[in-house]
């Protein structure tokens, strides 16, 4: 059986990530910058979908480099979870990822998963992993467990009321996908021979009309927004189908918003 191993299996994609693999079949090794022992009511109910199957395990960042793999591995490194999320814990994935590889053999096949748009220095640090075989670049990636620090979980959380300019800024108003038909892609994009991969809708607006649907209003000009800059002329472009319209993935992101936020209140009696 394939051992893939997610860094950021407690996160957005890295969750959602995890679950595909797991119905795929693969053995699944999760890791994490989040503290797995922590009582964070989201991390607990994500636990409780993947945390039962035989076939996950988790361990820590600082307990990767003792794991023992035998035969095919594939890396999944989770950076859009990283950036989207705002943590500051570059170093301490890279050392333990550093710590990792020599002990790999043979080497694994380890996939990035990166924002469009962004241009900060972790995309160059994680670059010198030997063995990289594919990045691949995304636009707003929407569905249940969105971070609320991306604009259309924020918007829900405030029940559609306007964000401030400054809030837009850091988000991708380019293009939207919705979580599952990322995934529906996913394996195909992984057998493309390309080292450089954008994806991108099929589908026009699909950004605007999330956001509609969010705020009730048109959102913000998007020529304020972060563009693909020069990526764009250097990937390979993936266009994937939107089987999940705006209207309904949003619906689905809010009723499992309102979901988690019932949960919350419930543990907190």
Same mark, same amino acid.
């Given at each position: ?123 160059k640090m994680f %670059?010198?992993?030997?063995? $990289?075989? +594919?990045?691949?670049?995304? !636009? ?5 467990? @969105? ?86 002329? %250097?990937?390979?472009?993936? $266009?994937? +189908?939107?089987?999940?319209? !705006? ?5 689905? @992101?809010?009723a499992h918003h ?12």
């Amino acid at each position: 059986m394939e051992l893939s191993i997610v860094i950021g299996a407690y996160q957005f994609i890295g969750f959602h990530l995890c679950k595909y693999l797991l119905e795929q079949g693969h053995e699944v090794l999760g890791a994490d910058w989040t503290d797995d022992s922590r009582t964070d009511h989201p991390i607990e109910e994500k636990q409780l979908e993947i945390g039962r199957n035989a076939n996950f395990n988790f361990t820590s960042l600082q307990e990767l480099k003792n794991v023992n793999t035998q035969g095919n591995v594939t890396l999944y490194i989770c950076l859009y979870d990283y950036i989207k999320k705002g943590t500051d814990k570059t170093i301490e994935i890279k050392k333990a990822l550093d710590a990792l590889m020599p002990k790999m053999h043979p080497a694994p096949r380890i996939i990035v998963l990166y924002p469009l748009g962004y241009t900060g220095d972790e995309r160059k640090m994680f %670059e010198t992993l030997n063995g $990289q075989d +594919k990045i691949i670049y995304l !636009p707003t990636i929407y569905g249940p467990w @969105q971070p609320e620090t991306m604009v259309f979980e924020r918007g829900i959380h405030s029940n559609g009321a306007a964000l401030a300019t400054a809030e837009w800024k850091s988000e991708y108003m380019l293009d939207a996908i919705y979580i599952t038909d990322f995934l529906d892609y996913f394996g195909d994009i992984l057998e493309h021979s390309e080292n450089s991969i954008m994806v991108k809708s099929t589908d026009f607006d699909q950004w605007k009309l999330c956001a509609r649907a969010v705020f009730n209003r048109d959102p913000v000009d998007e020529n304020s927004s972060v563009h693909e800059k020069d990526i764009a002329t %250097e990937s390979f472009v993936y $266009q994937l +189908k939107n089987k999940v319209k !705006p209207e309904l993935g949003i619906q689905l @992101q809010k009723a499992h918003h309102k979901r988690i936020e019932t949960i919350q209140k419930w543990k907190l009696r």
